[in-house]
């Protein structure tokens, strides 16, 4: 690599500039605020963890853990992980923490960086942002619906719409941009059988199979249901159907989640080809995907039920679910249907001073403005009047509040809209209540 390279950002990284740091910053917030809603609290876990949580979490058998992490040896020799997804860690962390000990329940999310060593496309990357949720301790089905309702609130709130009616992914722009596919994969007593029906399936019908198909009969049956090669997905159609092997929980289970979903009127698509990449899922899963704007990579979200991840991590028997959203393709899909996220972190006010020897009266007027919480900048660096009123379009200020010789002696400043362009005299006194006035309102 030469020099020039290296001081690039990495393959498959890229720096959140602008719109993109703004993006990530405003799901984070409606996320926040969703969640908050349904009785969730934060939670940070390391960005790097011991090989074996994800080893042992999502599989060794998944491409995740067989091909994608950045796995590394510390100073002390230790194996070490950069977490390709969150899932694993939070439980890690529930079961260090004691959160669910003696039936307790936990209701957490994340906000965080992902690293997976893939082939980087428009919506995938190496390092990538995700938000997501984890019920943790709650086995019955509402917590399946409750956890679907959420995400599908999550996309609403923002803006997309449900695709109704329709089993294509096609949706026209009137008829919304979301579609939520949905599945059950059985449990611990039901699943292997089927996965033993799908690897002798697999098998039978090596021939027409790609090679990575063949491959999976022996490793990871289950997700030859989930290539993208034309000749595999035709095979792969006529392969045993999880229908036909469920036991009765597992199958009461899933009617009354479908039951609640129902009820609560969410549209979604049952798809028993979803599987979902990674080895923990039991049960109910589920996936959101968008129409417009992603190419293949068009699953925005998606999560589900796994009930043995917490034995897996070395705790005791406790079910889970949970669900992961990919930011950088839900951003996508947001500017695919015309959505602008509304920026929280705007300034508001610039303070634009028109007489050098009122350069510290301007600054000490800002320091107060900040004080009564207004988002208020001001020139730091001697400009023109004129650069500083571009200084404030760049900024995207709503007002400018000018200081000059004149108003400084009436006692007062200058507001001037930068919308209306209207200008007009405010004494020193009133000006924060000229500023804010209308707040309330929004
Ligand atoms: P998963 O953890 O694989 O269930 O992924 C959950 C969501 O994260 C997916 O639906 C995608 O939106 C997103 N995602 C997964 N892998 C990547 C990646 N390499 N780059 C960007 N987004 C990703």
């Given at each position: 690599m030469s020099t020039k390279d290296s001081f690039r950002a990495p393959k498959g990284?890229?720096?959140l500039l602008g719109s993109?740091?703004?993006g990530w910053d405003a799901l984070q917030q409606t996320a926040r605020r969703v969640f908050a809603r349904y009785g969730y609290a934060p939670v940070y876990t390391p960005v790097f963890e011991h090989t074996e949580v994800f080893a042992r979490g999502i599989g060794e058998a998944t491409d995740v853990v067989g091909k994608e992490m950045y796995t590394f040896t510390d100073r002390a020799g230790r194996s070490l992980t950069l977490r390709p997804e969150n899932t694993a860690?939070?439980?890690?962390?529930?079961?260090q923490a004691h959160l669910t000990d003696n039936g307790q329940t936990a209701k957490l999310f994340y906000a965080g960086p992902m690293f997976r060593y893939e082939r980087p496309?428009?919506?995938?990357?190496r390092q990538f942002y995700q938000l997501g949720a984890e019920a943790l301790g709650f086995q019955a089905p509402a917590a399946d619906a409750e956890m679907v309702l959420m995400l599908r609130d999550f996309y609403l709130t923002l803006g997309l719409t449900e695709t109704r009616g329709s089993a294509s992914l096609a949706a026209s722009p009137d008829n919304g941009n979301l579609v939520l596919l949905l599945n059950t994969m059985g449990c611990a007593q039901c699943r292997p059988a089927w996965r033993d029906a799908m690897a002798g399936y697999i098998r039978a019908h090596a021939d027409g199979l790609c090679q990575e198909c063949q491959r999976r009969a022996d490793t990871n049956p289950l997700r030859a249901l989930d290539c993208k090669n034309p000749a595999c997905v035709d095979i792969m159609a006529g392969a045993p159907k999880l229908a036909d092997y469920l036991c009765d929980d597992c199958r009461e289970h899933f009617a009354q989640v479908r039951a609640l979903l129902d009820a609560a009127g969410v549209v979604y698509q049952l798809d028993p080809t979803l599987v979902r990449g990674l080895d923990y899922y039991t049960r109910t899963v589920f996936e959101f995907q968008v129409a417009d704007g992603l190419g293949s990579q068009n699953a925005v979200g998606g999560g589900g039920r796994y009930d043995g991840l917490f034995e897996q991590l070395g705790g005791s028997p406790t079910p889970g679910i949970g669900f992961a959203i990919g930011a950088e393709r839900t951003l996508l899909a947001l500017e695919a249907a015309g959505i602008i996220l509304s920026d929280t972190n705007r300034t508001a006010v610039y303070v634009a001073c028109a007489d050098a020897d009122l350069r510290d009266t301007a600054f000490l007027l800002t320091t107060a403005l900040r004080a009564a919480g207004v988002s208020v900048v001001c020139d730091l660096q001697d400009k023109s009047l004129k650069s500083q009123f571009k200084a404030a379009d760049k900024a995207g200020a709503g007002h400018v509040v000018i200081i000059g010789a004149d108003e400084d002696a009436r006692g007062g400043v200058t507001l001037r809209d930068m919308q209306t362009k209207t200008e007009l005299f405010v004494p020193?006194?009133?000006?924060?209540?000229?500023?804010t006035a209308g707040d309330s309102e929004n």
């Open positions: 990284t890229a720096d993109a740091a703004a860690g939070v439980v890690r962390a529930a079961i496309q428009k919506g995938r990357q020193r006194d009133e000006l924060l209540a000229a500023l």
